[in-house]
Nanobody, 124 residues
Framework: QVQLVESGGGLVQAGGSLRLSCAAS????????MGWFRQAPGKERDIVAS????????YYADSVKGRFTISRDTAKNTVYLQMNSLKPEDTAVYYC?????????????????WGQGTQVTVSS
């Protein structure tokens, strides 16, 4: 089992920045990939960014490229999402997730463990 705890959400004006953190505990040796997803009311849970745990190779959804940066600290078993130039359409609950084996990183159903989510609200 892997437990995930997110932090760093909040309310910010458009154009502002937030940094999300997700700390993993438990069987952290099983982490293959970690991802950030978001879900707005009435919408599906979509991938925002993902990072290969061993290499640090990132993936970004087109909607956040150039604005968001995913990174990880393997010593702290923590993944970060630096969000800059935030837009109202970035408003959602953000979840971090762990994938333990190779799979389609774009699909929420392929991730094995999830955090509780943190609300990000961007005002216009």
């Amino acid at each position: 089992q892997v437990q995930l705890v997110e932090s760093g959400g909040g309310l910010v004006q458009a154009g502002g920045s937030l940094r999300l953190s997700c700390a993993a505990s438990g069987r952290t040796s099983s982490i293959y990939n970690m991802g950030w997803f978001r879900q707005a009311p009435g919408k599906e849970r979509d991938i925002v960014a993902s990072i290969r745990w061993s290499s640090g190779n990132p993936y970004y959804a087109d909607s956040v490229k150039g604005r968001f940066t995913i990174s990880r600290d393997t010593a702290k078993n923590t993944v970060y999402l630096q969000m800059n130039s935030l837009k109202p359409e970035d408003t959602a609950v953000y979840y971090c997730a762990v994938m333990t084996t190779w799979a389609n990183l774009l699909r929420a159903s392929e991730y094995d463990y999830w955090g509780q989510g943190t609300q990000v609200t961007v005002s216009s």
